[in-house]
């Protein structure tokens, strides 16, 4: 499975936006006429932030978004004579993807070229005579994050933060061993930035217990919104 991100963020007020392309495909030979071919799936992510004054993070929200380019996969071939180089291989792909409709920006500037190389590469490796699939998943995220938020019930009557997990679930590291990013999912759970990011973008639930992120228990989601308070700036 091959990976790749792009980011842009845009300022709005004092909550920046980002929008992330998480771009993901799978490679095989297969027993076909046809020199090569791809097929792309879409879907949409909108999620919400908050991050505390001491860089932890928390997921309030996360859920899908309705995109008239979601849905099932388009799947086309690929002409040997399109495979020679990345520049001739963009051409034809995006103009499959816009005679579907799928021709948004973000489309054709980041997804297109990795579908161009993934065939390229395939073409190489193989040859012309053998046929091959692309098998390419791209996500656009909306991230949304709310500064300088506390949540109460991360701190004892004494104000002082309660203890959390020792290590993250997923990589098996100790959370506070390094600089890398801890954030908590609604169930309460923590793990590292980086991880749990990754980990969404190929499921939608907890790695510890399971809870849907995108519907999360109606008890969490509730007080995952009701406790979180606005520190204000100190003169």
């Known amino acids: 499975m091959e990976s790749r991100q792009a980011t842009w963020t845009a300022k709005r007020e004092s909550n920046p936006t980002r929008w992330i392309i998480n ?6 030979a297969i027993d076909s006429k046809a020199s090569g071919s791809f097929s792309l799936r879409i879907r949409g992510i909108e999620r919400t932030l908050i991050r505390s004054p001491s860089g932890r993070e928390s997921l309030l929200e996360q859920r899908n978004i309705d995109m008239k380019d979601a849905g099932e996969a ?34 054709q500037d980041h997804v297109v070229p990795n579908i161009s190389k993934d065939a390229i590469n395939m073409s190489s490796l193989h040859g012309k005579e ?32 309660k203890p959390i997990e020792q290590d993250c679930a997923i990589c098996l590291e100790e959370l506070s061993s390094n600089k890398k990013i801890i954030m908590k999912l609604p169930c309460s759970h923590n793990f590292h930035r980086d991880c ?7 499921k939608h ?31």
Request: net charge positive; charged share 30%; glycine share 2%.
């Open 205 to 235: 639930s907890c790695p510890s217990c399971r809870d849907d992120i995108n519907n999360p228990r109606p008890k969490r989601k509730l007080s995952s919104k009701m406790l979180w308070v606005k520190r204000r700036k100190q003169n």
């Open 130 to 161: 053998e046929g091959f699939i692309v098998e390419a998943e791209a996500e656009i995220v909306k991230e949304t994050s709310l500064n300088n938020w506390v949540c109460i019930n991360d701190y004892d009557s004494e104000g002082r933060r």
């Open 196 to 202: 749990v990011l990754s980990w969404l973008s190929r």
């Open 23 to 28: 771009y993901e495909s799978k490679t095989q």
């Open 74 to 107: 388009i799947v086309s071939e690929i002409p040997s004579a399109f495979l020679d180089e990345e520049e001739t291989c963009n051409r034809y792909v995006s103009n499959v993807l816009s005679k579907a409709k799928m021709n948004k920006n973000w489309i």
